[in-house]
C-alpha cells in the first residue's frame, strides 16, 4: 500500500507585511495568485515576524531607555544597550545571562533566546516583539481563512528557536489552532503488542519544522502550506507545548 | 513563480528488521517494490530503532546485574532496575536524575532520556541501545544507497528526543551524510540588507522531524524519504549537531 505523500508549499508572492495589513486577506490573496486550492486539514504555517508585524509589535529603539544593567552588559559584548533593554523588560524569568547570550523566559511562558525580541529582518533602528498571544492570532487566522476558504484548516504561528546542547536552530509552533499540538500514543500497543508508555510527539513543532524547509531566512516565504497530514481534531492550543513549571526538571 | 513542494514520502513494505539484517538491502527492495524512482538529494531518513536492530545492539536484560544505585531508583519509581542499571551503563554523564526521568549524556555525546536505551518496540525482557555511531552508520548506508541508484542521495539515523521546556517529543538527527546539516545564513544579508548575525537553521534535525510526520511511532514505518529540499553539499556529519561542551551555557 501506498499511501499519499506530504507536500510543503511555499505560498510565494506575499508583500512585506506592515503594521495594521490584515494578514489573513494578504494570504487570501496570495493563494488565489497561487492557483491552490486548499483541502480540508491544510495547514497554514505563519512566521511570527509577519504577525508581529502586522499587530504592531515593532518598537523603536529610540524610545527605549537602557538601564545601567543593560548598559554594563552591551557594552561586554558588543551589542546595542536599547535592544538589549528591551530583553530584559520583555523577559519574565533571566534563565542564563552568559557570554553574551540572554536566554529568557517570557510573559508567554515560552524559553528562548533574547525573549523573543528580534532585531533581523526588521527597519533599522527598530526591533520586534513576539505576538501578544500567538494563540489568539492563530485563532483569528483559523476562523477567517477557514471562514473564506470553505475548508476546515490548520493554523501555526511558529518562530525559529534555539535548544540546549544541540547547534543550530529550528522552527517551533508559538500558537497553534485547528489541529491537535500534540499526538499522543499512550495508551497504544506498539508492534509487539507492549503499552507504549511514554511517547507524545510534538507534532505541531514538527510540522512548524517542516514547513521551514521552504520558508528560509532571507527568501521571504513567511508563509508555508503542509498538506496531507494525518487527521487531527481542532483541540488544545500552543500552550499546550510549553512544560507546566511544577513538572520541568530543566528549570 | 511557484516551486515544488517539498514531498515526505513513506517508504512502505519494510519487514520487521533483526540482528545482521543489511538495511541497505531491504530498503533498496523496498523502494523497488513501492515503483520508486530516487532523485539526486532525495533523503532517505532511517528510524534509529532499525539500525541499532540490524547492528545488533539488542541486550537482554537477564545478563545485566543491577547495581545498588540502579535498584533502588527502579523501588523508588516502579521501573525495571535492569533497565535502569542499562541506562547508568550507556550514561557517560548524569544530566538530570530526578522524579523518575533520567536524561543524561552518551558516550556519542547526545544528550537525552534515558541514555538511548530503548524498551518499546523491542522484544520483551530486551532494550535497545544506540547504534554506536550513527555517523558511521549514515555513511554506510549513504554509500551503498547512492552507488545502488546511481544518483546522489542524503541519509539521516533518526531517534525522537524530548526538549527541555517543551512537551513532547520531536524527531532529530543522530547520523548524517550526503547534506549539510546544518543551513549557515551567516554572512548573508536579510531582506532589508542587514547582516544576518546569528542565524544558522538545524536544517537535517528539521528534515527528520518532518520525516516522522510519515513514520508514525506504531505503524512500521521505519524509513521516509524527503524529496525536493535545497541544494546541499556532502559536507559535516551529526556531530555538527552537538554543540561543544566549553560553548554550551546549558551543561
Keep these: 500500500m501506498r499511501s499519499e505523500p506530504i507536500q510543503i508549499l511555499a505560498l510565494a508572492g506575499l508583500p512585506e507585511v506592515i503594521a495594521r495589513d490584515d494578514v489573513g486577506s494578504l494570504i487570501l490573496r496570495a493563494v488565489k495568485e497561487n492557483a491552490f486550492v486548499m483541502a480540508a486539514g491544510d495547514v497554514f504555517v505563519i512566521a511570527q515576524k509577519i504577525i508581529s508585524k502586522a499587530e504592531g509589535r515593532t518598537v523603536s529603539l529610540d524610545s527605549i531607555e537602557p538601564s545601567q544593567k543593560a548598559a554594563k552588559w552591551a557594552a561586554d559584548y558588543k551589542k546595542d544597550p536599547r535592544l538589549i533593554e528591551l530583553v530584559l ?3 519574565k524569568r533571566i534563565v542564563r545571562m552568559e557570554r553574551g547570550v540572554i536566554v529568557a523566559e517570557t510573559s508567554h511562558g515560552f524559553i528562548c533566546a533574547n525573549a523573543g525580541v528580534d532585531a533581523s529582518n526588521v527597519a533599522e533602528g527598530t526591533a520586534l516583539l513576539l505576538p501578544e498571544d500567538p494563540d489568539r492570532s492563530a485563532r483569528a487566522l483559523h476562523d477567517q481563512l477557514t471562514a473564506a476558504l470553505g475548508v476546515s484548516l490548520g493554523v501555526i504561528v511558529s518562530d525559529t528557536f534555539g ?6 536552530l529550528v522552527n517551533v509552533a508559538l500558537g497553534v489552532a485547528g489541529i491537535s499540538p500534540l499526538l499522543d500514543y499512550r495508551g497504544q500497543r506498539d508492534t509487539s503488542g507492549k503499552l ?8 505541531a513543532d514538527e510540522i512548524a519544522s517542516a514547513a521551514e524547509l521552504v520558508m528560509g531566512k532571507t527568501s521571504r516565504t513567511p508563509v508555508a502550506i503542509v498538506r496531507g497530514l494525518p487527521t487531527s481534531d481542532d483541540s488544545g492550543s500552543g500552550r499546550d507545548l510549553m512544560r507546566a513549571p511544577q513538572i520541568d526538571i530543566f528549570r
Design 163 to 168: 535548544r540546549p546542547w544541540r547547534e543550530g
Design 196 to 203: 507504549l508508555s511514554a511517547t507524545v510527539i510534538a507534532i
Design 89 to 91: 523588560r520583555e523577559a
